[in-house]
């Protein structure tokens, strides 16, 4: 009976490592990056403004990207927003989620702003809650200059040759006196809650620039050490020696 009961523990262990391990591999962000651990992701640049952009939220200067280039996000910390160091183009800077989701017009500036940015947080109350903040930053109030028609829903994306379950938000600005109204798609992985495609374009009139912004998810990068990995395989060995000793006190016993 003590040794089915040994057997049987070491088997719930690694069963709970395999677990484990299954989700530091997968689950890219969920956000928060391990110990040691850093988490990097990708995406290719589709399009990107012409002409040299001020990072001025991220207090990252002038930037500006060339077409099928990188930009990345290593992810640092993760408390109320996430931290990290973005790379576009020629700019590397320490920044947050919201203050590139900002710089880079992922998100709608109304009087309830919407900024869900690179990342968004998937438990089924944080989805309800960004999918009321989204409506409301384009209701048709007084005072709200970025009023229009928002959309979200569920859909799938298909990204060399990877299909995302994902939820959608696409916003339409009203037609506006000058320019042309801001257009913006921000499509999530909701199992991992990473932006996997951003299409965003405005035109504020003549004595301004057009601006367009396309990315696609690319890859998610894993440096350093696994915690949680290690911590499970230490379980497994120690619960199998742990039955080894055991089996051969039992068997000295039985001399």
């Known amino acids: 009976m003590k040794k089915q009961v040994i057997f049987a523990t070491a088997i719930l262990g690694l069963i709970l490592t395999m677990n484990i391990g299954g989700e530091a591999a997968t689950s890219a962000v969920e956000i928060s990056p391990a110990i040691q651990s850093s988490t990097t992701v990708n995406w290719r640049i589709v399009r990107a403004p012409q002409y040299a952009t001020n990072a001025v939220f991220s207090n990252g200067g002038y930037w500006q990207a060339e077409e099928d280039g990188v930009m990345s996000f290593a992810v640092t910390d993760m408390q109320e927003d996430i931290a990290g160091e973005l790379r576009l183009g020629n700019m590397t800077v320490t920044t947050n989620d919201t203050m590139t989701a900002k710089d880079l017009t992922l998100g709608v500036w109304g009087i309830v702003e919407f900024w869900p940015g690179l990342f968004i947080k998937i438990g089924r109350n944080e989805v309800q809650e960004l999918n009321d903040t989204a409506y409301a930053s384009a209701e048709h109030v007084a005072g709200n200059y970025l ?32 320019g042309t109204p801001q257009h913006t798609t921000l499509v999530y992985n909701i199992s991992t809650g990473v932006l996997v495609y951003a299409n965003t374009s405005y035109y504020l009139g003549e004595s301004f620039k057009p601006y367009v912004f396309e990315i696609e998810f690319l890859s998610i990068d894993y440096t350093g050490t696994m915690p949680g990995l290690l911590i499970g395989l230490t379980i497994v060995m120690l619960v199998s020696v742990a039955a080894v000793a055991l089996v051969m006190m039992e068997k000295r016993k039985m001399f």
């Open 147 to 178: 009023n229009g028609t928002m959309l979200s829903y569920y859909d799938n994306l298909t990204l060399d040759d990877i299909e995302h379950e994902c939820i959608v938000f696409e916003y339409q600005q009203d037609p506006t006196a000058a």
